[in-house]
């Protein structure tokens, strides 16, 4: 296992223009990437080599994109009512616009049924984060949630940036620490420290609290990884732009761009297997969330990725952006 890298480029540089500030430079490297010793879709672990760019410190905040939405006037995917041609078979009383916040019942029977916990809340977004009666008044600092991978993409884009490959947001939340099981190194809590916003507890039942957190957190609450970057672990998943596989393919090519087609690349692989009538594609996602718990959902590390629906937006659901070095940069 290396050592944190300490000559990282950073956004205080004043040689660097505005199109990198409050970004990172990550150098280009060879990274073994995935696990092969928790969840299945993690493995095989394999070697990718990644060229250098630019990320984003923290993920994108509601300040942020609260300044995005004034720009461009931006209506977010929650705020739209769902087209019924999406969605066969769903009752028009229940197309209406929303997003899914996590309201676990009194009483879990199965872990493995979410809808226990989540629910898709008429006039939730990333406005009213928890239901039309909350706001973000006094969280300019949170990450920005309910926000679909056609929001993040749109954002992106607005910024002069992209968001970044699966290989990309590994290779930048590991810091460094090519093999270690956690973002920090191989200790999920060092010293009795909290490094990140998880569960801890009974998840969905009892949340402890001991990071200080019930939910999302000030994006630089928790220490930097080696690289200098903040909430690559919890807080909020990811987005990124590869498209979800099963497993990880030994020698598979990471695309460093966006499809044309935005329902391109391995369909076959990233359809939703239990709605087999309603196919929509699914991205991957990376970070783990506040919501991940050791009984539950051990996904708070650099190798753990999840399957995301393109039209999905939630309450624990955000991004951050990269901007690709050129060559002769």
Not at 151 to 178: I, N, S
Not at 181 to 210: I, K, S, V, Y
Not at 218 to 226: E, L, T
Not at 244 to 249: G, N
Request: proline share 9%; with cysteine.
């Amino acid at each position: 296992m290396t050592t944190p890298r300490t000559d990282i480029e950073r956004d205080d540089r004043s040689s660097e223009d505005s199109r990198t500030g409050g970004m990172v430079r990550i150098p280009g490297g060879t990274f073994r990437m995935g696990s092969d010793h928790h969840y299945p879709e993690e493995a095989p672990v394999h070697r990718v080599t990644v060229d250098g760019f630019w990320i984003d410190r923290t993920p994108v905040t509601n300040r942020q994109f609260k300044a995005f939405v004034k720009a461009t006037g931006h209506v977010t995917y929650a705020e739209i009512p769902p087209d019924p041609a999406d969605y066969p078979g769903a009752l028009p009383h229940m197309l209406y616009a929303g997003s899914l916040v996590f309201a676990p019942l009194p009483r879990v029977v199965n872990l493995s049924d979410w809808s226990q916990w989540w629910t898709f809340m008429r006039g939730a977004d990333w406005r009213h984060p928890y239901g039309p009666k909350s706001n973000i008044n006094t969280s300019d600092d949170h990450p920005v949630v309910h926000v679909s991978f056609s929001d993040a993409l749109a954002y992106a884009k607005w910024a002069g940036k992209d968001l970044p490959t699966e290989a990309e947001w590994e290779f930048a939340a590991r810091g460094g620490l090519d093999g270690a099981e956690f973002a920090w190194g191989d200790e999920f809590t060092p010293g009795g420290a909290h490094m990140a916003n998880t569960w801890q507890g009974e998840f969905p039942l009892r949340n402890l609290n001991q990071d200080g957190f019930e939910r999302t957190s000030p994006v630089r609450a928790f220490p930097p990884n080696g690289y200098g970057l903040h909430d690559m672990i919890g807080n909020v998943w990811e987005w990124t732009v590869d498209w979800y596989a099963s497993k990880h393919e030994a020698d598979a090519p990471k695309a460093c761009c966006i499809p044309e087609n935005p329902r391109g690349g391995r369909e076959e692989q990233s359809y939703d297997p239990s709605l087999p009538d309603i196919r929509i594609p699914r991205k991957v996602l990376k970070g783990g969330s506040h919501l991940c718990a050791p009984n539950y959902c051990r996904r708070y590390r650099p190798a753990a990725r999840h399957a995301e629906a393109i039209d999905t937006s939630t309450s624990h659901v955000g991004f951050r952006c990269v901007r690709r070095t050129p060559a002769a940069e």
